[in-house]
């Protein structure tokens, strides 16, 4: 038995499922057929062997499709109760959407396994299968909650720190940074010099007790924002995802306002810039 599974998350859409059919139906031996066995979000499973009533599924919120087997195997095996034995041939091909609970799979994403007397025959089915789905249908990078949220609590950790110390070393880092300034408030016999060098010190460490209070407020949202940048990543770059029907429509509109906020996002950056060096250049 050879198994495979994709690290990537796949957009599996009409034209890439009719490919993979394709794929099948030219290595596969005579005697196979294959099947689609469709699972909805409605916990509706059915069976059939024909591509087009997979891709009518209308495919929307309440019907969504959540997961696609993809069986090839001998007709007379297919037809006994079970179909347990020995067979010549077996290929399963697995895809599992992410949106399913995590109680009927242990993960999303897809699998190929292939069993077949013709290990040379079963490796290069393998290797094509392999090729096509890894460059065009599994190959959408996935977030891992897990990750985000890891990433999230060592920012928080950061900045909590870093207003800690700000705050704590307040003192010491004022009379550093107006180290000079002291020296010739010490200097002049000016009364109002040294009070603008007072002035000046309790100036610098509210400003730093005000960095203070940022650096932990800004730690306490991003630690508690992690689960809201989770879900914002998975709406704007969603993966394991079954592109036909109303599904399609939506994935669509989805990669149209990522692409229309990347470029608005660009565009609004590239203006600071530009209205910051005019600001600089008038102002020198």
Request: hydrophobic fraction near 45%; charge should be neutral; glycine fraction near 6%.
């Amino acid at each position: 038995m050879i198994f495979h599974e994709f690290e990537r998350g796949f957009c599996l859409t009409e034209e890439g499922l009719r490919r993979i059919q394709a794929i099948i139906k030219e290595r596969i031996p005579r005697d196979c057929i294959v099947t689609y066995v469709v699972t909805r979000g409605d916990a509706f499973t059915y069976r059939t062997k024909e591509i087009d009533d997979v891709l009518d599924e209308v495919n929307d919120a309440t019907r969504q499709v959540v997961a696609l087997e993809v069986e090839a195997q001998p007709e007379r095996v297919d037809r006994e109760e079970g179909g347990a034995g020995e067979v010549s041939f077996r290929l399963m091909l697995v895809f599992r959407s992410a949106r399913t609970s995590a109680s009927y799979w242990e993960h999303a994403g897809c699998t190929l396994e292939i069993q077949g007397a013709d290990r040379d025959a079963a490796y290069l089915m393998l290797s094509e299968l392999k090729n096509y789905i890894s460059s065009d249908v599994a190959n959408l990078r996935r977030f891992d909650k897990s990750n985000v949220e890891l990433f999230a609590a060592i920012i928080a950790l950061v900045l909590l720190l870093t207003g800690v110390a700000v705050y704590i070393l307040k003192p010491e880092f004022g009379a550093h940074v107006l180290a000079g300034a002291a020296q010739e408030a010490l200097k002049s016999t000016d009364i109002s010099e040294k009070l603008n060098y007072l002035i000046s010190v309790e100036a610098k460490r509210r400003s730093l007790s005000g960095l203070a209070v940022v650096c932990v407020l800004a730690g306490v949202v991003a630690f508690g924002s992690s689960a809201v940048v989770s879900k914002t990543l998975g709406r704007f770059f969603p993966t394991d995802i079954f592109a036909w029907g109303k599904r399609k429509q939506k994935y669509d509109s989805d990669v149209e306002l990522r692409g229309k906020l990347f470029w608005g996002l660009a565009v609004a950056f590239a203006v600071s810039i530009v209205a910051g060096v005019v600001v600089w250049r008038i102002t020198i």
